[in-house]
């Protein structure tokens, strides 16, 4: 369970530091923090559409989605829950990222890679569901 939860603030700890970079580069860095928080929620949501939509063609049930159902504002509020207790809560993302900040060049260079790959494949896997639901003939099903 501790390497799940040093993976993911890992994660974190690398999102936060290309935004920073990125920051810096374009005019200054301010609300890094946030910046980096916006875009583990799209991930994480991302990693929620990809599955639903593994659902909608495994079952092959057609339901319009809206943010009023519950099958989609339960899994936002728990994600968004998830993302305030481990990173916001008692600002626990500060001292991880002093230590990930330690690790060597070459520790950090690969946790990059691993995480860009990480990254690829949640986007692609989104892009692939999609796709695999184009596929279907969802008029037969409604």
Known sequence: MKFIKKSYYYF???IYRSIEYTSK???GKF????KTGLVMLALEAWIFFSLLAYYKIYT???IQLLISM??????????YAFN???????DNWRQ???EFANYSKRKNRIGGWIVFGIILIIVSNL???FYLMSQIDWSQYR
């Open 127 to 129: 892009i692939y569901s």
């Open 25 to 27: 580069l374009s005019g």
């Open 84 to 90: 305030y207790f481990t990173l916001d809560y008692k």
């Open 96 to 98: 991880f990222n002093a």
């Open 70 to 79: 519950p099958i989609i504002y339960i899994p936002a509020i728990i994600i």
């Open 12 to 14: 974190f700890y690398k």
């Open 31 to 34: 609300l890094t923090f946030y």
């Open 60 to 62: 092959k049930i057609s």
